[in-house]
């Protein structure tokens, strides 16, 4: 007895929809499509993070996730002593905060009845619990930042091409807002040397248009953030940003050369740059060299210190336990050292009467005001109105911007798989754009995250952003104080402390790694890191148009696999989309029409297919056409539910479909068996379903 094929499945009625559950587990209820179990630390390394920075095991502050286990609080991982270890718990100085066990519901409503509130202000998570050991920790880890961020900030603002004060005016606002808004307990906000460069490339070394900058990056930010398109930001690949960073730190440690070597006059374009440089070498100022590279020396080495600084176990003496403490101190805060030292230096010659040092001079003593940016500026020949300045400024409105979340939130999700805690990106983009828009209100240039000083902000064990409040005090004593100490600061030192932050950003293993993994992406690498030399913003551009190009080219040929025989089987190997359909139709009409002995029938198996669009559906259509004139059919196998939806809602003349390739491949070859041409049509019913499936 002859066995009769299973009948192809037309549009006879609804479709039959199959759930595959991997591993035959049952289907999660409604609900509980969160968090499954607890979460585990990973070893991310944010796209901005240096090479060669180790992380270390750190403990979480801020209360987990339901249903992760195992005591919180500051002394780490129970079952591993001695690990995990911070600030003064390392030395043995302190004790571990308390452990914190994460609210329950009851305790959440009482403690904001609003869950919006609490999303849209995540201080309000942490703060009702917040305890004295936490308070202790913050301290440290605050004014350990504090003492990093005052000399960067001077030392930004000459990257940035604008007076010395406005760095200090950029580095307070940002962690006060963030500890409000911010969803990150390490990250710090404040002036780095990437975002500088980029507001020196845009902002003409003026600080009105610095300032207005800011404001309109931070409503461009807030709108991103309360739209939610932060999507946006994964358009900008791992090799260009890598490009990016490469060339930036170059760019950045040729620009303080001058200063190092004491030259005055140099330009600012790079290649111009390394011209005069060059050509200028001998009227190089001895003092300033010396004392330069002393401090690069210096930095180097108290880095390479804090590396390689062994932890410092309870049992050992206090001695012991002190010194720890004293080294890991002023290996942390080692940029405000060598600032200190050198400008001890400089006013010991300014004393004796002779100053061999080229110093940074007066800075305004005092607070800025706070008011809003300006939107016109006044010059030699009349008012530079708002729309002029916007046009001035251009690309750098877009570039600005998501360049600052993109490092921000690289950076905040790196630390957060390491302290095993969770950002909402979102939200993420909300505390950007408020920084920035209330640090335009206080003459602020556009801030982004530093991972510098949110790596010394997790090593000095902080636990909740409160931290970011001590940092902030602390920049606005220095500018209502200490200003007028600022003046004997060596440019030479201030040269040193960027070069040596920096530095790290250079990736060069990134080169030898893409060629050994995708040599396709040294493509947007090299032209991001060559054009960035020319001008910032047309290597970003030509490295994300780059990316653009090969990501479409990939989805206009996505690869399709060929089996032939007496049964032509294509198998595409991704989703179909219309620049896809004439590279599908090219593929059939190549193997099937053009061959020397023509398949029985054509099978199109669509189980990596999960969307279609419309003007694939007409290609289909058309093909289906074209097959059925020379006397093939084709059939359809292994369709998800939605593409068989729309191809059902189509209502295709010849539409036949099958749930396996086998059903297909018998179907095809009894029906060749009782003649070719056999067509089959869908019928009206497919019309009852309900419209608007294309999608």
Known sequence: MRREPPAPRQGTGSPRRLQRIPGGAAPPAPGTAGVTGPLRPGPLRGVLQPPGTAAS????????????????????NPARPGRGRRGLEAAGLGDAAPAMPAPGPRERGQSCPCPEVRTRLPVLRWLPRYSLAWLQLDLIAGLTVGLTVVPQALAYAEVAGLPLQYGLYSSFMGCFVYCFLGTAKDVTLGPTAIMSLLVSSYTFHE?????????????IQLAMGLLHLGFLLDFISCPVIKGFTSAASITISFNQIKNILGLQGIPRQFFLQVYETLRRIRETRAGDAILGLACLAALAGLRAMKSR???????????????YLIVWTSATARNALVVLFAGLVAYSFQVMGSQPL?????????????????????APNGTIPFRSMVEDMGVGLAVVPLMGLLETVAIAKAFASQNNYRIDPNQELLAMGFANILGSFVSSYPITGSFGRTAVNAQSGVCTPAGGLVTGTLVLLSLAYLTSLFYYIPKAALAAVIISAVVPLFDAGIFRTLWRVKRLDLVPLCVTFLLCFWEVQYGIVAGVLVSGILLLYSIARPPIKVLE????????????????IECLRDAVCSHALAAASPPRSIILDCRHISSIDYTVVVGLAELLQELRKHGLSLAFCSLQDPVLQVLLSADLEGFQHFPSREEAEWCGGADLGGGRAASFTS?????????????
Request: hydrophobic share 40%.
């Open 57 to 76: 095991p750190r403990s979480l502050c801020l209360p987990r996730r339901a249903g992760s286990s195992g005591p919180r609080g500051v002394s780490g």
């Open 207 to 219: 600080p009105v248009y610095a300032i207005l900058l800011a404001f309109l990056s931070g409503c």
């Open 309 to 323: 600084l062994p932890r410092a176990a309870c049992v050992e003496p206090l001695a012991a336990r002190v010194s």
């Open 358 to 378: 080229t110093l940074t001079g007066s800075i305004p003593r005092g607070l800025p005001a706070f008011r809003l940016p300006r939107f016109s500026m006044a």
């Open 565 to 580: 025989g007496d049964v032509l089987l294509l198998q595409p190997g991704s989703s179909l989309h219309f620049p896809a």
């Open 683 to 695: 019928t009206s019913e497919s019309l009852l379903l309900p419209t608007g499936l294309i999608q």
